[in-house]
């Protein structure tokens, strides 16, 4: 008996039916409230107006996307109403809710479609009116560009002014900077019209000339800015500390910089003023090479003080870099160049006229001895080397007088003149002695029978002899030439023993003659043999 088998098998598939049932509603109806809050849920966005460009973009992709699901929807409306006639087949209980909805499903659909219709051509009104006020927008922004650059072109620091400073130029750059930021947060605004409206934007030309004037600034100002900070440090560097080569370096590295900022930098004003102020540091600093050499003198600077009209302190810190931009040395260039020309000059004949201090300073006398005597003089090799000593440094001093730069030094030079000369006669004066001195020493050490005769001039030979080698002792013992030739006195004394040696000369010379006429075969002798 299979009865009681067939009942379960029977309850078991009632129950799996039923189940199967339950979830075909559950299913469909989630779907069909799926659409119904579609309509609801959009219904109230779509009603709303569009207030701009977003909202207006939104309402129009909300319309767009509900009408490329209007098939789909009506597509999945027919297979669910098969679902709710198999389940009404089946006498499957729906709530009153759910009948509802089942029943105003369509027409729902109707009503929102046909609203949608109305919203289509709503937006399609909001679109025109927006795209207008975009298109005007557009020109009133270009118009805005425009005007904004002509203001910058204005403002722009580029024409030489006292007041303007690196500070006061990188404030505008940066209030150019926020101009140009509204402009680009404006055009960045605008590019989602443009996507909208479907407009291809070309970007204002002014935009990308106010972005290379910002940036032709900022190069130039940056550059200025190093250059003062540079410049300010050597302004107040002591005179004596300024190194004006590498200052000058500096300056030709900055020329070089301008010379490759863009050509349009190169024309600004205040481009040329700074290469004109670089040309002034050049200009100041080859004055300055001119003032530092070290043959520049107290009376130099007199002269320049006198021209500047003000009285400096060449040891004072004060005297620097910015005291002679004060001073304006640049005024009287030419005077400061003829200065140091003149110094030059003037140094030339400071330095001749110490080689010939240092000279006649460490001159010593050379002595030689007498053949068989003991007795010392002033060698004769050593007077001839002494003698061109003195024709060279004599005419050396001549040529000075006669040159314009030796005012200065007039006096200093007539005493070495003075004071050579007077060398030079004493030294031709001992020379001569010495020469009168050795002949009549080698007659008086040899006379034996005849001394009778020469007694006198012998002793006033003696007399001589006693002088001259008092004082060429003293010559060995200070040894220096100058001070030797010019003791007190010595001329005087030299020329008293000449005066006795020319007469011991002419007593000679009468002693001979008579020996010559006693005996004639001595006629035709010299009186050196005699």
Not at 280 to 298: A, G, P, Q, W
Not at 331 to 347: G, H, K, L, P, W
Request: aromatic content about 12%; proline content about 1%.
């Amino acid at each position: 008996d299979s009865n009681k088998i067939k009942k379960k098998l029977i309850d078991i598939n009632y129950e799996e039916q039923k189940l199967l049932l339950s979830k075909i509603k559950e299913k469909g109806m989630e779907e069909l409230q799926k659409i119904e809050d579609l309509f609801l849920s959009n219904d109230k966005k779509l009603q709303t107006n569009p207030t701009d460009l977003y909202t207006l973009k939104e309402s129009i992709d909300l319309w767009q996307s509900l009408h490329d699901r209007k098939e789909l929807i009506v597509s999945s409306l027919n297979p669910l109403e098969e679902k709710f006639r198999l389940l009404d087949d089946y006498m499957i209980v729906f709530q009153d809710s759910e009948i509802k909805i089942r029943q105003g499903i369509r027409e729902n659909y109707e009503i929102f479609y046909n609203k949608l219709d109305e919203i289509k051509r709503r937006n399609d009104s909001y679109y025109e009116q927006y795209q207008n006020d975009h298109l005007k927008k557009l020109q009133d922004f270009e118009q805005e560009v425009r005007e904004t650059r002509l203001r910058i072109q204005k403002e722009m620091p580029i024409k030489k002014d006292n007041e303007l400073t690196n500070e006061k130029a990188f404030s505008l750059i940066s209030l150019f900077n926020s101009y140009l930021k509204e402009i680009k947060d404006s055009e960045q605004k605008m590019l989602f019209g443009f996507d909208l409206f479907k407009i291809y934007y070309v970007p204002v030309p002014e935009i990308s000339q106010i972005e290379q004037d910002i940036e032709n600034l900022v190069i130039f100002w940056k550059l200025h800015q190093e250059w003062t900070d540079k410049t300010n440090s050597f302004l107040y560097i002591q005179f004596s500390e300024i190194n004006t080569q590498m200052i000058n370096e500096y300056c030709e590295e900055t020329k070089v910089k301008i010379h490759h900022l863009p050509k349009i930098v190169q024309t600004y004003e205040i481009c040329h003023e700074l290469t004109n102020e670089i040309n002034k540091y050049i200009r100041n600093m080859s004055l300055i090479e001119l003032l530092k050499v070290d043959f520049l003198r107290e009376r130099h600077w007199k002269t320049i003080q006198e021209n500047v009209k003000e009285n400096f302190d060449l040891e004072s810190k004060q005297f620097n870099l910015q005291k002679i931009f004060d001073l304006n040395f640049e005024n009287i260039a030419d005077v400061i160049r003829d200065i140091n020309e003149t110094a030059y000059s003037e140094f030339k004949i400071e330095e001749l006229l110490r080689e010939i201090k240092r000279r006649w300073d460490k001159e010593e006398m050379a002595f030689e001895t007498l053949k068989f005597t003991n007795i010392n003089i002033v060698s004769g090799i050593y007077a001839e080397k002494l003698i061109e000593y003195l024709e060279e440094d004599l005419i050396q001093l001549s040529s000075l007088k006669s040159n314009h730069f030796a005012i200065a030094f007039l006096r200093e030079i007539e005493n070495w003149d003075t004071e050579l000369n007077r060398i030079s006669e004493i030294l031709d004066l001992l020379i001569t002695i010495q020469k009168k001195f050795v002949y009549f020493n080698n007659i008086f050490s040899n006379l034996s029978e005849e001394i009778g005769q020469l007694i006198g001039d012998k002793n006033i030979f003696n007399n001589v002899k006693i002088n001259l080698m008092g004082y060429l002792s003293r010559f060995e013992i200070e040894k220096n030439t100058r001070k030797n030739l010019l003791t007190r006195n010595l001329k005087e004394t030299l020329s008293e023993l000449l005066v006795q040696l020319e007469t011991i000369q002419r007593h000679m010379k009468k002693y001979l003659e008579k020996r010559k006429f006693e005996t004639p075969r001595f006629y035709f002798l010299s009186d050196e043999d005699i």
